[in-house]
């Protein structure tokens, strides 16, 4: 499982890990979207962003009960207290990054409806609030900034060994 905040490279990374292990990727964020027939954005329009949550969860339960690949789940799923249990006993990768990389990567946050307004300072509290959680999911931290995704990516295969 891969965690941390939007643009932290969980999907980028993910896919090379999967490959690199031999399996499959799944994203949650685009399980929502499959199963919604919407983005995201248009869920936390319609819905709002409790009923964006409510299914983040129910996504997150269902691909770990019947999914073995490697899974990213979104940057807030881990605000959920059953999401950060259903976590326990699987092996939890937090890729940290820092503000300025992450600004770079999502830039102003467009298909981001958390980053709607002010992306930088929303961004970095997000990334204040979200940090105790993902280090208390976490089994093995991994620093993102200034680095190569398959250099990440070859990090996490060596974590993972037994």
Known sequence: ????VMGA???????????RLGTAFRDTDADIEADAGKPISEIFIDEGEAHFRTLEEAAVKSAL????????LGGGAVLSERTRAVLAGHSVVFLSVGLSDAVSRVGLGAGRPLL????????KHLMDQRRP???EVATFTVATDGRDPVEIADEIVTLLKP
């Open 116 to 123: 709607a307004i002010n992306p930088r300072a929303t961004l």
């Open 1 to 4: 499982m891969l965690v941390g």
């Open 9 to 19: 490279g969980k999907t980028t990374v993910g896919e090379l890990l999967a490959e």
């Open 65 to 72: 009960a019947s999914f073995g690949g490697v899974l990213a």
């Open 133 to 135: 959680l993902y280090e």
